[in-house]
């Protein structure tokens, strides 16, 4: 959770920036019809060389698509730095040209013959760009990259959430089963698509395959502001996450085609489930928690840094002098509510450090991530920082799986205690958990658990944990009771 918080700035192809422009509900030039629209009329795939004045070239990637509330919008690709799905800040048709803005570059296309043409602008730069169609962006083929036939089928939905936005998600359902159970995935922090993609692999897309072939319905959903779901991102906290993943719940049973509706949460997704079954009970049968957040913020994130400064080769003793930094930094976030002014005061933290100290910060990379200033004015961060959600853990009552992987250094094992605890300090007694040896955040099966190894592993999910997961929704003493 500590560096997916910053996951899209990392993607892009400059420094690191964060994007604090809110997205725009843009839409194609009111005096055109549906049929005369460039964006419209060109939907899909395309691609193109964007070679920079150093000489340098990058493949450039532009998805044109239909929101889930019938606006058109564009994701940006950047495909041989494995970035997908990476939102425009702006877009509009004007004269039979498209204007797209990016939070780093700009493009201005116009359509010739059959493909588009047009400029790149960044950093005061202008280099011509094509981008022709291709049936789908090159991407790296992953051992268990779901491939047909498939035993199941999906359905594109549209959900209505509150504030206006509308959730684009993807249902699969196992071919010929009647009221299925359904599990909907939640993901974790950062700007995610369903498929909740990372480090060259697509863990929501690979897990809901393995779920469906056992039997379960799944449902996916991009977060608001992202991909097909409309809304801002970047202004999000996890009460607006918590709101989406209620309607979708909510949406799910209303549908009456499924005997039980439950959640299946990925890191910070977990924290965000625990709060709508304690609102809403009646909307959640079941909770998964994968790596799930068990206490409160500021722990939370130093445990996170404590693990991380011990993979950058820190000991015992500088270990707990950054973690005395990061505390400083963490309470500091939390006490001021105007971002400009967290920001500035941050600034005069760390300069006001002794010099040691600002070497060793830099020396174990403790300005990155969470502790970067790049994202000191985050609202999300801030939010997580405050939160604890053994408020919330202790009000449910619904079963409750949860599941950690003993090489997890992003949300270490300590936070399962910290659910199972308040679960059980709230009375709730149907509660499984387990500790998998041999397991990183990723769920993946690994040797050392660093974030490093993420993409050198050609495994995208350990099999045991969609066994473990069908195994308990369909193993629950109810499982003859179906709730409507």
């Known amino acids: 959770m500590r560096h997916a918080i910053v996951f899209a700035a990392l993607l892009l192809l400059l420094p690191i920036a964060a994007r604090s422009a809110p997205i725009e509900q843009a839409a194609t030039h009111p005096e055109k019809a549906d049929g005369d629209s460039l964006i419209r009329e060109h939907q899909g795939f395309w691609l193109g060389d964007l070679t920079f004045p150093n000489g340098h070239s990058v493949k450039?990637?532009?998805?044109?698509?239909?929101?889930?509330?019938?606006?058109?919008?564009?994701?940006?690709?950047?495909?041989?730095?494995?970035?997908?799905d990476i939102p425009v800040d702006r877009i509009s048709e004007t004269g039979g040209s498209v204007d797209l803005d990016l939070s780093f570059a700009s493009m201005k296309l116009s359509w010739t013959g059959d493909h588009f043409s047009g400029q790149w602008k960044q950093n005061g730069d202008t280099m011509p760009v094509e981008l022709?169609?291709?049936?789908?962006?090159?991407?790296?083929?992953?051992i268990q990259t779901p491939t047909p036939p498939f035993p199941y089928h999906d359905q594109t939905l549209a959900i209505a959430?509150?504030?206006?936005?509308?959730?684009?998600?993807?249902l699969t359902?196992?071919?010929?089963?009647?009221?299925?159970?359904?599990?909907?995935?939640?993901?974790?922090?950062?700007?995610?698509?369903?498929?909740?993609?990372?480090?060259?692999?697509?863990?929501?897309?690979?897990?809901?395959?393995?779920?469906?072939?056992?039997?379960?319905?799944?449902?996916?959903?991009?977060?608001?502001?992202?991909?097909?779901?409309?809304?801002?991102?970047?202004?999000?906290?996890?009460?607006?996450?918590?709101?989406d993943l209620t309607a979708v719940a909510q949406a799910m049973r209303a549908r009456r085609q499924f005997a039980r509706v439950g959640l299946v949460g990925h890191s910070e997704g977990p924290m965000i489930a625990a709060a709508v079954a304690a609102r809403h009970p009646e909307s959640v049968d079941f909770i998964v928690s994968l790596a799930g957040v068990g206490l409160p913020g500021?722990?939370?994130?130093?445990?996170?840094?404590?693990?991380?400064?011990?993979?950058?080769?820190?000991?015992?003793?500088?270990?707990?002098?950054?973690?005395?930094?990061?505390?400083?930094?963490?309470?500091?976030?939390?006490q001021i509510?105007?971002?400009?002014?967290?920001?500035?005061?941050?600034?005069?933290?760390?300069?006001?450090?002794?010099?040691?100290?600002?070497?060793?910060i830099a020396k174990y990379k403790m300005n990155e991530g969470s502790l970067s200033l790049e994202n000191a004015a985050s609202p999300e961060?801030?939010?997580?920082?405050?939160?604890?959600?053994?408020?919330?853990?202790?009000?449910?009552?619904?079963?409750?799986?949860?599941?950690?992987?003993?090489l997890d250094h992003q949300v270490p094992v300590e936070s399962l205690g910290g659910i199972v605890?308040?679960?059980?300090?709230?009375?709730?007694?149907?509660?499984?958990?387990?500790?998998?040896?041999?397991?990183?955040?990723?769920?993946?099966?690994?040797?050392?658990?660093?974030?490093?190894?993420?993409?050198?592993?050609?495994?995208t999910v350990a099999p045991v944990v969609a066994s473990r997961i069908a195994a308990f929704v369909q193993g629950q003493v109810d499982s003859s009771v179906s709730r409507d």
């Not at 809901?208 to 977060?223: E, F, N, P, S």
């Not at 998998?436 to 592993?457: D, K, V």
């Open 337 to 360: 509510d105007d971002p400009d002014t967290r920001v500035s005061t941050l600034k005069k933290l760390r300069e006001g450090l002794p010099a040691d100290d600002r070497a060793l």
């Open 132 to 142: 022709r169609p291709v049936a789908a962006f090159p991407r790296k083929h992953r």
């Open 173 to 243: 359902v196992p071919n010929g089963t009647k009221r299925p159970d359904l599990v909907v995935l939640v993901h974790g922090s950062g700007p995610q698509t369903p498929d909740e993609e990372g480090d060259g692999h697509a863990t929501f897309a690979v897990l809901a395959d393995q779920l469906a072939r056992r039997g379960l319905a799944v449902l996916r959903y991009d977060k608001r502001g992202i991909s097909r779901s409309t809304g801002d991102y970047e202004a999000s906290t996890p009460k607006d996450l918590a709101d």
């Open 421 to 459: 605890a308040a679960l059980h300090a709230g009375g709730n007694g149907k509660v499984e958990s387990a500790v998998l040896p041999g397991i990183n955040h990723m769920f993946q099966t690994a040797r050392t658990g660093t974030e490093e190894e993420y993409s050198t592993i050609d495994e």
């Open 60 to 84: 450039v990637g532009l998805e044109l698509f239909t929101r889930a509330d019938g606006s058109v919008w564009a994701s940006y690709a950047s495909p041989g730095r494995g970035s997908y």
């Open 298 to 334: 500021v722990d939370m994130m130093l445990l996170q840094d404590r693990a991380y400064a011990k993979d950058q080769g820190a000991g015992p003793a500088d270990a707990e002098r950054l973690l005395r930094y990061a505390r400083r930094y963490y309470e500091t976030i939390v």
């Open 381 to 406: 961060l801030r939010a997580l920082l405050m939160s604890n959600p053994q408020k919330d853990w202790r009000a449910v009552r619904c079963p409750v799986l949860a599941l950690n992987g003993d």
């Open 161 to 170: 959430s509150v504030k206006g936005v509308t959730l684009g998600a993807t």
